[in-house]
Nanobody, 120 residues
Framework: HVQLVESGGGSMQAGGSLRLSCTVS??????MGWFRQAPGKEREGVAA????????SYADSVKDRFTISQDNAKNTVYLQMNSLKPEDTAMYYC????????????????WGQGTQVTVS
């Protein structure tokens, strides 16, 4: 039974930083992504990482501010968020899938419960 557990959300002033963590229990997947959903808005793909090669991809809205990374020994994927803006406020979700390619457009089939990020 695979579980994704996010942590690290919280409240932060604009310009600050937060680091989200997603720990995978059970068998891992080769493509991990971070998504977010703000109230009244559609879910948005934020970043993805191909765990084998470490190749990453980002949404334009977070490029140069957010960094996705992994610690394979800990089965954990991180999202370092810098220069936070109020528009980054959302519930952030970790997702995983086995896939031949890896980006936020892939159909993910494993999801965490989410962690709230609020920027004021």
């Amino acid at each position: 039974h695979v579980q994704l557990v996010e942590s690290g959300g919280g409240s932060m002033q604009a310009g600050g930083s937060l680091r989200l963590s997603c720990t995978v229990s059970g068998s891992t997947r080769n493509c991990m992504g971070w998504f977010r959903q703000a109230p009244g808005k559609e879910r948005e793909g934020v970043a993805a990482i191909y765990t084998g090669s470490g190749s990453t991809s980002y949404a334009d809205s977070v490029k140069d501010r957010f960094t996705i990374s992994q610690d394979n020994a800990k089965n954990t994927v991180y999202l370092q968020m810098n220069s936070l803006k109020p528009e980054d406020t959302a519930m952030y979700y970790c997702a995983a899938v086995w896939s031949l390619r890896c980006n936020v457009d892939v159909e993910y089939n494993l999801w965490g419960q989410g962690t709230q990020v609020t920027v004021s």
